[in-house]
């Protein structure tokens, strides 16, 4: 069993920048990612990242404005969120699979946050 706890996630203007992060318990060979729910809308990936810290995936519409990253001492992994804009407005989830394959289909992850919520204030 692995539990996930999110945090990080508040108002932020378009152009500005947030740090999320989720703290994982249990087992700690996985691959994490986060998605991405906004209202009315079905949870799309975002990113991933494999136990091996290896080349990450992205989805095209983050390339370039975000940056995932994990701490493997703590359990941990980060999305970095620069260039905001109005429509990154979302619940951001974090999910693990036990695989070391960094895919982007939500059924194929294992465990999921409770997720927080990023909100564009401009």
């Known amino acids: 069993q692995v539990q996930l706890v999110e945090s990080g996630g508040g108002l932020v203007q378009a152009g500005g920048s947030l740090r999320l992060s989720c703290a994982a318990s249990g087992r700690s060979s996985y691959t994490m990612g986060w998605f991405r729910q906004a209202p009315g809308k079905e949870r799309e990936f975002v990113a991933a990242?494999?136990?091996?810290?290896?080349?990450?995936n992205y989805a095209d519409s983050v390339k370039g404005r975000f940056t995932i990253s994990r701490d493997n001492a703590k359990n941990t992994v980060y999305l970095q969120m620069n260039s905001l804009k109005p429509e990154d407005t979302a619940v951001y989830y974090c999910?693990?699979?036990?695989?070391?394959?960094?895919?982007?289909?939500?059924?194929?992850?294992?465990?999921w946050g409770q997720g927080t919520q990023v909100t564009d204030s401009s």
């Open positions: 990242i494999s136990w091996s810290g290896g080349v990450p």
């Open positions: 999910a693990v699979r036990s695989d070391s394959v960094p895919v982007t289909t939500p059924r194929r992850y294992d465990y």
